[in-house]
């Protein structure tokens, strides 16, 4: 006399078939749906931007004024300041310095730095500024920075350079 285990087979396969055709619908929906409502057209991206950097004229000294860098915007769609902020690494020190926009004196400031103001608050290409130290001597001797641009609503570096500035 012969056992059978499984008498019934045929209901599995169907089952599983509707199951995964239910699924399938359901995440193609979800995707039309996001196209269609603008929900994956929100995604901020980073601008492109570039930097000429150039040692300041005015020499590091003990003096405490002393202008670093002399920055040159070029290349760049316009970008809010508010959505920049500004790095420099003194990779002797292993030391760095970030400066935050302060809406009100419409400059980079931060760490005993700060730039000259940009009354539009936005970078476009051409504009120029110089960072200096604001009152307190930062820099007294020759040194290599790092200087990076952070897009903060994305968390993405658009600018890394290194420079020798005296």
Same mark, same amino acid.
């Given at each position: 006399?012969? +056992?059978?285990?499984?008498?019934d *087979?045929?209901?599995?396969? /169907?089952? @599983? &078939?509707?199951? !995964?055709?239910? $699924?399938?619908?359901?995440?193609?929906?979800?995707?039309?749906?996001?196209? +269609?409502?603008?929900?994956?057209? *929100?995604?901020?991206?980073? /601008?492109q @931007? &570039?930097?000429? !950097?150039?040692? $300041?004229?005015?020499a590091l000294?003990?003096?405490?004024?002393?202008?670093?860098?002399?920055?040159?915007?070029?290349?760049?769609?316009p970008?809010?300041?508010?959505?920049?902020? !500004?790095?420099?690494?003194?990779?002797?020190?292993?030391?760095?310095?970030?400066?935050?926009?302060?809406?009100?004196?419409?400059?980079?400031?931060?760490?005993?730095?700060?730039?000259?103001?940009?009354?539009?608050?936005?970078?476009n290409?051409?504009?120029?500024?110089?960072?200096?130290?604001?009152?307190?001597?930062?820099?007294?001797?020759?040194?290599?920075l790092?200087?990076?641009?952070?897009h903060?609503?994305t968390?993405?570096?658009?600018?890394?350079?290194?420079?020798?500035?005296?």
């Amino acid at each position: 006399m012969k +056992v059978k285990l499984f008498k019934d *087979k045929k209901g599995v396969s /169907p089952v @599983i &078939g509707v199951i !995964l055709m239910v $699924a399938i619908t359901v995440i193609l929906a979800a995707v039309i749906a996001s196209f +269609v409502f603008g929900m994956g057209s *929100k995604v901020k991206s980073a /601008p492109q @931007i &570039g930097f000429m !950097l150039e040692d $300041a004229a005015d020499a590091l000294d003990n003096g405490g004024n002393d202008d670093i860098l002399d920055v040159m915007v070029y290349g760049s769609e316009p970008v809010k300041c508010d959505e920049l902020q !500004l790095v420099l690494v003194d990779l002797s020190a292993s030391q760095s310095y970030t400066l935050t926009w302060n809406d009100t004196a419409q400059r980079y400031e931060g760490a005993n730095l700060r730039t000259d103001q940009i009354t539009d608050r936005i970078l476009n290409a051409g504009d120029s500024f110089t960072i200096e130290e604001a009152g307190t001597n930062v820099f007294s001797a020759s040194v290599t920075l790092e200087f990076k641009v952070i897009h903060t609503p994305t968390g993405t570096i658009v600018y890394d350079s290194k420079i020798e500035v005296s």
